[in-house]
């Protein structure tokens, strides 16, 4: 069955969407509970993100029922806060969004059964999105004019892809045979003693480090030149460390996350360029966690220009999982006429492709 039978009934019972309306959207797939509302397709209002971070990173990671019980704690706060922002009220909102998946199973049923619950109560439109979609639809709230045709580089703690963006929708041109990029950060963060969150850790040491202090080959892949794969590179980093070790020439923490930072950020880039010459595309995109990366901005940047490329990133606080980005992607399907029904349930699992 595919993503679009899966997520999305067009269901007469249900009110019409007004385009002009207010759209309530909602996203806790993982250790943030956010809040967002919309007041057009490409235009955000308002929105609140409460992070669990310094409560995750007591354990080095998240902690699935941690977080399902934080979600459960800041959900409501977060919408409140986010209407109070907008100057709204619940009898405002004309459609209410959610992220079903994927993600953590018990974090995404606090979102969706909240969102579930207050659609029914309030008798208005309900959709699931999907978390990859979101993250590709941050772009647009960035880039007001962005429009498919264009590739996207899906870069996150648990997703790494090369997409096809269409009008018709998503055409997955390469990805991750084993770990995807945010992954092998947090990894090698904890590998470095970095505390949790790894990913932006790592990013901030290596910005103070020589990335040419460990030598960390680029994998070669059979079958797959636009695939990616990192799990390699922590083994590969370890090994060098201990060599440098026994021959009395430590290497420091940020030349190691340097020399990591740019071994992964040269398979992103060289990838996304491969797929860009195949494709003939004139607009390159990046997405998720991983495009806040600061070394990856620079050398994206550096790569479209060189080949006259179109370079769309969402902004710093949109690369991160948020709930304006649900939003984003749940108004054009609105648009549409697209609508979940009250069967609605979390998929942890749930494939875009």
């Not at 790894?198 to 695939?227: C, M, N, S, T, W």
């Not at 390699?232 to 370890?238: D, H, Q, S």
């Not at 990591?260 to 360029?273: H, K, N, P, T």
Request: include cysteine; proline fraction near 5%.
């Amino acid at each position: 069955m595919d993503m679009d039978n899966q997520c999305v009934n067009a269901l007469s019972r249900q009110p019409a969407w007004h385009r002009g309306g207010l759209l309530l959207a909602i996203e806790s797939s993982c250790d943030e509970t956010a809040a967002a509302l919309l007041d057009g397709p490409r235009h955000v209002k308002s929105q609140v993100i409460a992070s669990q971070a310094s409560l995750h990173a007591l354990y080095g990671g998240v902690v699935p029922e941690i977080a399902s019980r934080q979600h459960s704690l800041a959900l409501y706060p977060c919408v409140a806060q986010a209407m109070e922002q907008a100057g709204a009220t619940f009898s405002d909102i004309d459609a209410v969004a959610v992220t079903m998946g994927p993600g953590l199973v018990g974090a995404l049923l606090t979102g969706v059964n909240y969102a579930k619950g207050l659609a029914y109560a309030l008798g208005r439109p309900l959709i699931g999105v999907h978390h990859i979609e979101g993250h590709i639809a941050a772009n647009y709230l960035t880039n007001p004019d962005l429009q498919p045709p264009y590739l996207c580089l899906v870069a996150s703690g648990g997703h790494s892809h090369l997409v096809a963006v269409e009008e018709a929708g998503y055409r997955l041109l390469g990805r991750t045979r084993d770990d995807a990029a945010g992954e092998a950060f947090d990894k090698a963060a904890r590998m470095l003693g970095l505390p949790y969150p790894g990913g932006p850790r790592v990013d901030e040491a290596a910005e103070r480090g020589r990335e040419g202090a460990l030598h960390l080959p680029q994998p070669k892949i059979a079958g797959g030149e636009l695939d990616f794969s990192f799990s390699g590179l922590k083994t590969a980093m370890l090994q060098a460390l201990e060599r440098a070790n026994k021959a009395g020439q430590p290497v420091s923490v940020e030349d190691a996350a340097a020399s990591f930072r740019r071994a992964v950020v040269d398979q992103l880039v060289s990838r996304c360029m491969r797929a860009a010459e195949q494709t003939g595309a004139s607009t390159v995109a990046v997405a998720g966690g991983v495009a806040g990366n600061r070394l990856l901005r620079r050398k994206m940047q550096a790569a479209c220009q060189r080949r006259g490329i179109r370079l769309c990133m969402p902004s710093l606080d949109l690369c991160g999982d948020n709930a304006a980005m649900i939003g984003c992607a749940a108004w054009a399907r609105l648009d549409r006429g697209e609508r979940s029904d009250f069967t609605l349930n979390a998929q942890p699992s749930l494939t875009l492709f």
